[in-house]
Nanobody
Framework: QVRLVESGGALVQPGESLTLSCAAS????????IAWFRQAPGKEREGISC????????YYGDSVKGRFTVSEDNAMNTVYLQMNDLKSEDTGIYYC???????????????????WGQGTQVTVSS
């Protein structure tokens, strides 16, 4: 059974950094695309980053480009999202999602993914 577990969410102040983790079990990361999405209250879910594990290609949404970095640790079967210079608009529930990489045509679209974690809350507030 595939399971994705996000962790690392917290309350932080604007300008601070935070690293989220997405630990996978039931699947090996190889051959998969792992994406991060977030959903703010009253807003649609937004794709913010994706990493294709087999070739290392990374994608970022415009709102986080230059501030967020996605990476993976195959030995730990975990994908990370390093978030720097956090802003209030980064507040939301952050989810990771997985899909066979060959199936993914639009890496930052949520309909591409069929395995999801439960989410972790990130709040950026002074």
């Amino acid at each position: 059974q595939v399971r994705l577990v996000e962790s690392g969410g917290a309350l932080v102040q604007p300008g601070e950094s935070l690293t989220l983790s997405c630990a996978a079990s039931g699947i090996g990361l190889g051959g998969h695309a792992i994406a991060w999405f977030r959903q703010a209250p009253g807003k649609e879910r937004e794709g913010i980053s994706c990493i294709s594990i087999s070739d290392g290609v990374k994608y970022y949404g415009d709102s986080v480009k230059g501030r967020f970095t996605v990476s993976e640790d195959n030995a730990m079967n975990t994908v990370y999202l390093q978030m720097n210079d956090l802003k209030s608009e980064d507040t939301g529930i952050y989810y990771c999602a997985a899909q066979d990489a060959w199936r993914v045509e639009h890496p930052l679209k949520d309909y591409e993914y069929d395995q999801w974690g439960q989410g972790t809350q990130v709040t950026v507030s002074s």
